[in-house]
């Protein structure tokens, strides 16, 4: 069974730094991994999708890498603000991680 | 816009009395997935449909059921809700369920039992 793993659970940072988030997992089939950000109480966002034969993705700020060999994915976040504290979830399909908590503080 | 729709977005129901959800979509995609996420845990799949094709997750409780009538609408139905069952639950579609796409969510249905 497909295990997916975020690490670290919470993080918090100033306004302005540069951020990694973590995602591990255990199957490196031909899978896509895709990352989102989910705001207290409501759905999941997309934020971007590394197809299995990609190694990352940018969009504006963000940078997803992956490695199927180490069966790992980051998110890296730059020039963080306050508008992108949330809960940020790594999934393969049908599997999600548990999340980072994201707080940037002003 | 085209998107995923999920009605209603809070449903409180009574112990033990049937409820369902809904969800549709415009994006005219193959496949439509419904996930349960309960306070602080990950989203966790329950059931998804290929087209027609219902495929359901091994540790899905048998109080859980879905139907898919056409390409547009999905419903899960919870038969006899219990206070465990109360979570919000997502729902999600792709294009062809290859693993290979990306997957879009609808802005969920919070599930209140009382």
């Known amino acids: 069974k497909q295990e997916v793993t975020q690490i670290p659970a919470a993080l918090s940072v100033p306004e302005g730094e540069n951020l990694v988030l973590n995602c591990s997992f255990t199957?490196?089939?031909?899978?896509?991994l895709q990352w989102f950000r989910q705001d207290p109480g409501k759905g999941l966002t997309s934020l971007l999708l590394i197809q299995s034969s990609q190694r990352e993705q940018t969009s504006g700020r963000l940078n997803a890498s992956l490695d199927k060999s180490s069966g790992r994915s980051t998110l890296y976040i730059a020039a963080s603000q306050p508008g992108d504290s949330a809960t940020y979830l790594c999934a393969r399909p049908g599997y999600f991680g548990t999340g980072t908590s994201l707080t940037v503080i002003p | 816009d085209a998107m995923v729709i999920q009605n209603p977005r809070y449903q409180v129901t009574q112990f033990g009395k049937p409820v369902t959800l809904s969800c549709s979509q415009t994006l005219n995609h193959n496949v439509m997935y419904w996930y349960q996420q309960k306070s602080s845990q990950a989203p966790k799949l329950l059931f998804h449909?290929?087209?027609?094709?219902?495929?359901n997750e091994a540790d899905t409780p048998d109080n859980f059921q879905s139907r898919r009538p056409n390409t547009s609408f999905c419903f899960l139905d919870i038969r006899s809700p219990g206070l465990g069952d109360a979570a919000m639950y997502l729902c999600a579609t792709s294009r062809d369920g290859t693993g290979k796409e990306t997957q879009y969510f609808g802005p969920g249905t919070r599930l209140l039992v009382l």
């Open positions: 199957d490196s089939a031909i899978y896509n």
């Open positions: 449909y290929y087209d027609k094709d219902f495929n």
